[in-house]
């Protein structure tokens, strides 16, 4: 069984900063199984990025993904105050399964 | 545009046998390849799979809770269900369905509002 560890527990930032978001599989996986969501309270999870790097459809881009092999980063380039929220990793996995990290919370 | 809408009672007593309703709009279970899952998330905790439906009427299950889950459809009526047996307080959770378009679409997209489901006596 894969496990996803997301780094750190929780940024706290400013608007306008750079928010860099970790996420590791305890294997080596490939890329096209891994995806970030957004969270907002209340609110259910959004995808953000599919494929660890294609944005989801209505996406600002200074969202951008990126990584392969078991290492994997979520970064914002200019937090907007939107953006704080939680954010997931989620890797695919075979029979199917769906397995999440804990999450990583941005805040002020 | 692709919604759902989860729908079940809030409160449901240890032991006893939650049925959860996924009504959906936007596309259909009928077409090749799409799916319907069904995730929950703890207070406080992150996301976890439990089902997912086929078109096809295949049917996977998280290996942690099969024992305990039975995932339904209603193509006629654009319907997914959800049966756990056997509730217990630690499935206290906000029980979400959403919608997985393709099987090369290694995610869910997007997602119910989900439904806040207590388990106590």
């Known amino acids: 069984e894969i496990v996803l560890t997301q780094s750190p527990g929780t940024l706290s930032l400013s608007p306008g900063e750079r928010a860099t978001l970790s996420c590791r599989a305890s294997?080596?996986?490939?890329?096209?199984?891994l995806a970030w969501y957004q969270q907002k309270p209340g609110q259910a999870p959004r995808l953000l990025m599919s494929?660890?790097?294609s944005r989801a459809t209505g996406i600002p881009d200074r969202f951008s993904g990126s990584g392969s092999g078991t290492d994997f980063t979520l970064t914002i380039t200019r937090l907007e105050p939107e953006d704080f929220a939680i954010y997931y990793c989620?890797?695919?996995?075979?029979?199917?399964?769906?397995?999440f990290g804990p999450g990583t919370k941005v805040d002020v | 545009q692709i919604t759902l809408k989860e729908s079940g009672p809030t409160l449901v007593k240890p032991t006893q046998t939650l049925t959860l309703t996924c009504t959906f709009s936007?596309?259909?279970?009928?077409?090749?390849?799409?799916?319907v899952g069904w995730i929950r998330q703890p207070p406080g905790k992150a996301p976890e799979w439990l089902a997912l439906?086929?078109?096809?009427?295949?049917?996977r299950y998280s290996p942690y809770l099969k024992t305990r889950l039975t995932i339904t459809k209603d193509t006629s009526k654009n319907q997914v269900v959800l049966t756990m047996t056997n509730m217990d307080p630690v499935d206290t959770a906000t029980y979400y369905c959403?919608?997985?378009?393709?099987?090369?679409?290694?995610?869910?997209?997007?997602w119910g509002q989900g439904t806040l489901v207590t388990v106590s006596s």
């Open positions: 959403a919608h997985r378009r393709d099987y090369s679409d290694y995610w869910f997209d997007p």
């Open positions: 936007g596309f259909s279970l009928s077409t090749s390849a799409v799916g």
């Open positions: 439906i086929y078109w096809n009427d295949d049917k």
């Open positions: 294997q080596s996986v490939s890329s096209s199984f």
């Open positions: 494929g660890a790097s």
């Open positions: 989620q890797l695919y996995g075979t029979s199917p399964r769906f397995t």
